[in-house]
């Protein structure tokens, strides 16, 4: 079974708390992300600044120079590196997210996105593997499929 460790991006950019909010925006138009794990000078997973979180700077242009931990946010969902696939990607269905850090105890190792885990089911699917089912049905579909199948 497939775990968050075996998908997961190691290759990280981050941003430290006092970093200001036009070195965030930089970083992820250079490298094309979404968003940036936020960490502290002892590595310590503060939180996440994303788009999301950067979309009331179109109001206000005179924010440049605010700093990350303004705008981050603080309650991150994450995962343990040995977390289930089957387990992410239900997260990923029910909270909506784009991505998820992946820890090894209390230590940043990776990031899993939702871009990470589509790839690496074309990827098994091209080699003919079986991918494992999803732990839970969702509730909007009645047992048995659809009405009228």
């Known amino acids: 079974m497939?775990?968050?460790?075996?998908v997961m991006s190691t290759f990280l950019f981050?941003?430290?708390?006092?970093?200001?909010?036009?070195t965030a925006i930089s970083l992820m138009l250079k490298h094309g992300l979404s968003g940036l794990p936020v960490l502290d000078m002892t590595g310590h997973l503060l939180g996440i600044v994303s788009e999301f979180d950067l979309l009331d700077l179109v109001w206000d242009p005179q924010t440049s120079k605010d700093k990350v931990y303004h705008y981050m946010t603080r309650e991150v969902h994450r995962v343990d590196e040995n977390e289930d696939l089957s387990a992410v990607a239900e997260l990923f269905r029910i909270l909506s997210i784009r991505r998820l850090p992946v820890m090894q105890g209390d230590k940043l190792v990776g990031v899993i996105s939702r871009h990470d885990l589509l790839r690496y089911v074309c990827k098994v699917r091209e080699q003919g593997a079986a991918i494992?089912?999803?732990?839970?049905?969702?509730?909007?579909?009645?047992?048995?499929?659809?009405?009228?199948?």
């Not at 497939?2 to 075996?6: G, H, V």
């Not at 981050?14 to 036009?22: C, L, S």
């Not at 494992?132 to 199948?149: D, K, R, T």
Request: charged share 20%.
């Open 2 to 6: 497939s775990q968050a460790k075996d």
């Open 14 to 22: 981050t941003v430290d708390p006092d970093d200001t909010i036009e």
């Open 132 to 149: 494992a089912p999803p732990m839970s049905i969702p509730l909007e579909m009645p047992l048995g499929g659809p009405a009228g199948v």
